[in-house]
Each structure stands twice: as structure tokens, then as C-alpha cells.
């Protein structure tokens, strides 16, 4: 009879540390105010990304967090973890009917706030009240405005990445496929502790490797972004395909990384050997209308402002393909980004949604040429009343890469 080892006990790592105690108070108290003028009895959060950031932990369960008193987690697995990685109190449940029960008496029949566009609409039934606010809103404008541990945290997220992107100039060789780069690169994120996957809100599967190259960047794709990629498949057209990346050509890599729960979002573009004119002229015109669009990236600039201003830059340096092909052009230029991929105020046309300090926001300048290729580059920044801070410290000009041809892959 083979003998199975007891399970090694937790040790969580740097990345894993859990979120300071104060932090957490601070936030449930804030969106407590958004839940009392709504006047509701209070929220339910079911969704695992609003859970981390209200409670530090995301241990299988429910948070609890009413207009008045103690804010509770009722958590099916794992109640130990969920408590040493919380300071909300944690009450073991034992199946999914009791968290319903649960439910149905904190609400006791009156209103109650719920994240309206990720709880599943099966479960409105449960609520044990038929009365209900979409409090999403108010929670992800709390969610903008990073304090100063969640600045740091991102702002370490940003140097892990400058790594990853270092390695990936090292590892870059004609031949290598797309899909064969991005998993290099992902081992990579993952040395330095990258989690594995990136949260995004909705429909938007987030995923941590669109690497697209030569035509690939023009293909037509299933993300609402100027170069999509193909993918592998029809399940999943999407990010880097199999095809092999060619000396002179544009390798385009937009890779998400988180660590602790908090992301960036970047993309830099590569080229084997020395870049054709087209390439070098557009990229330099792209920076152009990055840095134009991110000296605008201030408190009380509506983020609309900041799109016409890409916009106009752009026509003014004749960049072709701004944006996307006609066909299929993006209306938005930048994101906000933090705990998920993409979260509010989206730079966008037309929007007049206000800027405001400490609001993280990723700008994405791309542009594809009909023949040629495209290119992009994207950082991540912070707002402040002095100016944007750059949270992704890497070279921002054309990585050209001096390679050899490809022996073989390891």
C-alpha cells in the first residue's frame, strides 16, 4: 500500500501576504456610505474579484456587508484560510442552501445591494427580497481611487513586468511561433510571480498571452482591440497563434500580468533584426500620440478629452490604421486597470467621465498598416494632482532584437 504524505502545511509567499487589516476597514466603511444613501439593508457580494477587495480573501463563500454592523463571510472553503487572510469575521456554512438561508434572513425581506452585472440572474430568486439596487457602481468608483498600499502594489507589478519583457528581448528568434514565444514569456511571469491568470469583469476573458506578429496583427479576432489575434482555434480566436515569427517584422506583445491580486497592463513592440522604415515611422508616431494622450492623464480632465486628443495627434502625424482597420476601429484608446483588467473610466470617445486622482489607467495607442503589420505600445499610469507617474518602468522606443536563426525549440 503506497503511503500518501500529510499535505504540507500553507506557507503563502511574498506576493500572498494578506491585505493590511486597515485597508480593508477603510474600504467597507467607505462603500458603507454608497450602501446607506442607496438605503439599502446592505450587499451581498458574491463576485470574487469585489470579494478580495472588500474582504482579502476570496475562499469559496458570500460577504455580507450591512448599512449597520459587523460585516460577516459566510465561506463554504476553506473558514480557516478565509480567516487568516481576513479581518472580517468569518462563519462557516456547510452547504450552498445555507448561504442562501443566510442571505434570506440578513435581508430580512427589505432592499439589498448586489453587483447587478456579475451575479448570475438564476440567483435573484434567492435574495429572499424581491427588492434590490445594482450598487456595481458605486463599488467600482471605490475601486478607481488606489490609496497609497495599492499604489505600491502596482507599481511592483510594473517591475516584475519590466523583467518579463527584458527576458522576452533575450528569448525572441526567427522561427519561434507565437503561441510557443507567449508561453515562454508566461513561464516567465509566473517565476516572478505572476498568478496565472488575470481577472476581468463581464464577458471579456482576460488572458495573459497576446503575442501577434507580422499579418497576425491586421487578422480579425473576437476582443474588441485593434489586433485581436487568431489564436489556436475557433474556441478560442483570440491572442498568439501557431505561426512563426519572422525576421523584419513587427511581434506585437500585450501581456498581462498580476501578482498579490493587482494587475498592469502594457504592450511593447518587437522586431527581429533591423526594423523596415514603415515600422521605425510608425511606432515613432505612436509615441507621440501616447505621450500626447497621457500629459492630459490629470484630475478633472474628462477621460473624452483624452481620446480626441490621441485622435487629433494621430491624424496630424498621418498615422494610418489608427485604432484598428476602418471596418472594425476601436472607440477607445486607454482603460482603467488595477484588481481586474479592464475597469472604469474607459478613454473612450465621447466620454465624459471625469478623471480623478488616483485612478490607474492604461493607455494603448496601436495602429495597423494594410499589407504590413501594426505596432502599439501601452503603459500604465497613475494619476496625480503633479502629473501622471509611468507604474511601468521599460524602454518605451521599438525593441529591435539582434538574433541568429532559430536552432531549435527547448
Not at 49 to 72: C, H, K, N, V
Not at 194 to 199: K, S, T
Not at 204 to 230: I, K, Q
Amino acid at each position: 500500500m503506497t503511503r500518501v504524505p500529510n499535505p504540507p502545511t500553507y506557507h503563502p509567499g511574498p506576493a500572498a501576504q494578506p491585505v493590511p487589516a486597515e485597508e480593508i476597514r477603510g474600504r467597507i466603511e467607505r462603500f458603507r456610505r454608497a450602501l446607506r444613501d442607496r438605503g439599502v439593508a446592505g450587499a451581498l457580494l458574491t463576485y470574487r474579484p469585489d470579494r478580495f477587495y472588500l474582504a482579502g480573501t476570496t475562499q469559496e463563500g458570500f460577504l455580507w456587508i450591512p448599512s449597520a454592523g459587523e460585516p460577516e463571510l459566510w465561506i463554504l472553503r476553506d473558514p480557516t484560510r478565509a480567516a487568516r487572510e481576513s479581518p472580517v469575521p468569518v462563519v462557516p456554512v456547510g452547504s450552498g442552501r445555507e448561504l442562501w438561508q443566510r442571505t434570506a434572513r440578513a435581508v430580512g425581506g427589505g432592499a439589498v445591494g448586489i453587483a447587478a452585472d456579475v451575479m448570475p440572474a438564476a440567483w435573484l430568486g434567492r435574495l429572499g427580497s424581491d427588492r434590490w439596487e445594482d450598487v456595481a457602481p458605486d463599488l467600482l468608483g471605490l475601486r478607481r481611487r488606489k490609496t497609497p498600499w495599492e499604489r505600491e502594489r502596482m507599481a511592483g507589478v510594473g517591475r516584475t513586468v519590466a523583467r518579463v519583457y527584458e527576458y522576452g528581448a533575450a528569448r525572441l528568434r526567427p522561427g519561434v511561433t507565437e503561441a510557443v514565444f507567449a508561453a515562454e514569456l508566461f513561464a516567465e511571469a509566473v517565476r516572478w510571480g505572476h498568478e496565472g491568470r488575470l481577472w476581468s469583469r463581464g464577458t471579456f476573458e482576460a488572458y495573459p498571452w497576446h503575442v501577434v506578429a507580422g499579418p497576425n496583427t491586421l487578422a480579425a479576432g473576437a476582443v474588441d482591440t485593434p489586433m485581436p489575434g487568431v489564436g489556436r482555434s475557433p474556441a478560442f480566436p483570440v491572442g498568439a497563434s501557431d505561426r512563426p515569427i519572422h525576421e523584419a517584422e513587427p511581434v506585437v506583445v500585450d501581456f498581462g500580468i498580476s501578482v498579490g491580486g493587482y494587475q498592469t497592463d502594457q504592450t511593447r513592440t518587437f522586431c527581429l533584426g533591423p526594423a523596415p522604415a514603415w515600422l521605425a515611422d510608425l511606432h515613432r508616431a505612436l509615441l507621440d500620440v501616447h505621450r500626447t494622450a497621457a500629459a492630459l492623464l490629470r484630475p478633472s480632465v474628462q477621460a473624452g478629452e483624452v481620446f480626441e486628443a490621441a485622435l487629433r495627434r494621430a491624424e496630424t502625424l498621418g498615422v494610418e490604421g489608427y485604432l484598428g482597420p476602418p471596418e472594425r476601429r476601436c472607440r477607445f484608446v486607454g482603460h482603467g486597470v488595477g484588481i481586474e483588467t479592464v475597469e472604469p473610466p474607459l478613454i473612450a470617445e465621447g466620454s465624459r467621465e471625469v478623471l480623478a486622482e488616483g485612478d490607474t489607467i492604461a493607455l494603448e495607442p496601436k495602429a495597423v498598416v494594410p499589407g504590413l503589420g501594426g505596432a502599439g505600445v501601452e503603459d500604465t499610469f497613475l494619476v496625480t494632482a503633479d502629473g501622471p507617474v509611468r507604474l511601468t518602468p521599460m524602454p518605451q522606443d521599438l525593441w529591435v532584437v539582434d538574433r541568429g536563426p532559430a536552432t531549435g525549440d527547448p
